[in-house]
């Protein structure tokens, strides 16, 4: 097993560092289900190779679940358009507040 383990060593410090296939996929941009399945592998053979430290890696994955959980709430609560895609509003649209009337408790002090 020793001798296996430095065998894997050699060969790795021979090998001259690549760019992460990850980052070229991510730059790309994922918008489809295959795009995703297709960034995490590449994620999970360059944690392998070495290209990217296994850190980079686990915060890449947890950012894609946060995307997979946005794309669910989309699917579930979202309001579909005319074009038969759904939106998922974060936020209320604001509106400035009517004025409100004097308040007497302030007023008589």
Excluded: C, Y
Aim: net charge positive; glycine share 10%.
């Amino acid at each position: 097993m020793a001798a296996r383990q430095k065998n894997v060593r050699n060969s790795t410090q021979h090998n001259q560092p690549t760019s992460p296939q990850s980052l070229k996929l991510a730059t790309a941009g994922v918008k489809t289900g295959g795009d995703f399945a297709g960034l995490m592998s590449a994620l999970m053979s360059d944690v392998i190779e070495g290209s990217i430290s296994p850190g980079v890696a686990n915060a890449a994955v947890n950012a894609g679940g946060k995307l997979l959980k946005a794309v669910e709430l989309t699917i579930k609560f979202g309001q579909a358009q005319k074009n038969g895609d759904r939106v998922l509003r974060l936020v209320a649209e604001w509106r400035p507040r009517a004025p409100v009337g004097r308040n007497k408790r302030t007023d008589d002090n």
